[in-house]
DNA sequence: GCAACTCCATGACAAACGTCATGCTGCTTT
DNA sequence: AAAGCAGCATGACGTTTGTCATGGAGTTGC
């Protein structure tokens, strides 16, 4: 019998390892490889061509989103499950845009990883179907690209004149996207929207 | 020879079985409990009487902070290892003002956790040393409680006006805390200023 | 007792913010 | 070709925010 081969990528050490020792434990899965970022998770996978990345999303580098679709691109073979803390409709979203299989999150039961890689070894999508209701009542991300920009720079505590410097707009314009913005989330001023937005994982 | 009984504290399903699993993996070791938050660590801690609580510090029902002090005061024979993501100055102060025996940062190499615990078993200190560095540096919290108070709220996204709504204050009186806050964090606007003391662990 | 100090509280004023009306692309749709 | 639409861009106008000067209440040190 051979055991699935696995390439885990998680940017906290402690958690990689931690993640990694649990996958071991079971005897029909094995981890062949481990990466703190996108990039070496890509390196690795390249090499070693395994059956499943288990990847989580924020990562420096590389984020676990734009390595899924790069080994959707190059290495087809290789199945995708996502593993992270947060339960965004927009992540979810480009998650399975990105050809990921599964999604899962790290509040779930420990013994559901093991299953999620299996089920993605052999083809299958692992969603939880409750986040997967929440991203179609969600919608899709109603914001431009613009609007991102600025909204995403007013979050961090920019004003609007050093957004409108760093972008080359004149500051009633940035104003404006704000407003614009702010309006579409239904919020009631730029922080708000700016929290609404994150946690939806549209910035 | 008795194995080291260890409890286990982290709200997140996924990384409590990984870090459980990682942990068993020690031949000296033995995690003879899982908790996904303050109050059922505490709980178990009663029943069991382990020689090393290892906890999270963000959880809900109560904070690893919280729990540190409550199992200091009342089963000293326990040692407390903090294990978290946020390498925030003010965190690692509480968590030592709380009796903390080790403070863990989630980015070190899964090796470290096994050796935190035989070391806090032996009643020694572990520290990251740049962390303790950089708390020296960074100083005490210099908020009061009020600009506390107000300026958690402002990050949320309230505006001067709920907030002061909120705290029965005059609209003018909220602004001026903030307007301290702001100085005081060298910040430039609310933002950025709740943005800082979040990062430093003073929110 | 009374400085000296810290925290709390306020209003006046200037600066930054949010909204609105407006116009300019480019790209479908008819 | 014309109409419709989405995104981009701007300035004017009222509102919110940030700063500063000022004062009261409680504590500490002498």
Redesign the interface.
């Known amino acids: 019998m051979k055991k699935i081969q696995v390439v885990v990528a998680e940017?906290?050490?402690?958690?990689?390892?931690?993640?990694?020792?649990?996958l071991?434990?079971e005897p029909d899965i094995a981890v062949c490889a481990r990466a703190s970022n996108g990039r070496e998770a890509l390196t690795a996978i390249s090499k070693l061509k395994p059956d499943v990345l288990v990847t989580d999303i924020e990562m420096p580098e590389m984020t676990g989103l734009t390595l899924a679709a790069e080994v959707r691109d190059r290495y087809p073979q290789t199945r995708v499950v996502i593993?992270t803390?947060f339960a965004r409709p927009g992540y979810l979203r480009r998650a399975l845009d990105a050809g990921a299989k599964g999604y899962?999150?790290?509040?779930?039961?420990?013994?559901?990883?093991a299953d999620a890689v299996r089920r993605a070894h052999r083809g299958l999508r692992v969603v939880d179907p409750q986040l997967a209701a929440e991203a179609w009542e969600t919608g899709p991300d109603p914001l431009t690209e613009r609007e991102r920009q600025i909204l995403w720079r007013?979050?961090?505590?920019?004003?609007s004149g050093e957004i409108s410097e760093e972008l080359h707009l004149s500051e009633g314009t940035v104003r404006n996207y704000l407003s614009e913005a702010i309006s579409k989330l239904g919020?009631?001023?730029?922080?708000?929207?700016?929290?609404l937005a994150r946690s939806r994982g549209w910035l």
């Open positions: 940017d906290q050490a402690m958690v990689l390892g931690a993640l990694a020792a649990l071991e434990t593993l803390t899962l999150l790290k509040d779930r039961p420990s013994a559901e990883l007013a979050g961090e505590g920019k004003s919020a009631s001023n730029r922080v708000e929207a700016a929290r």
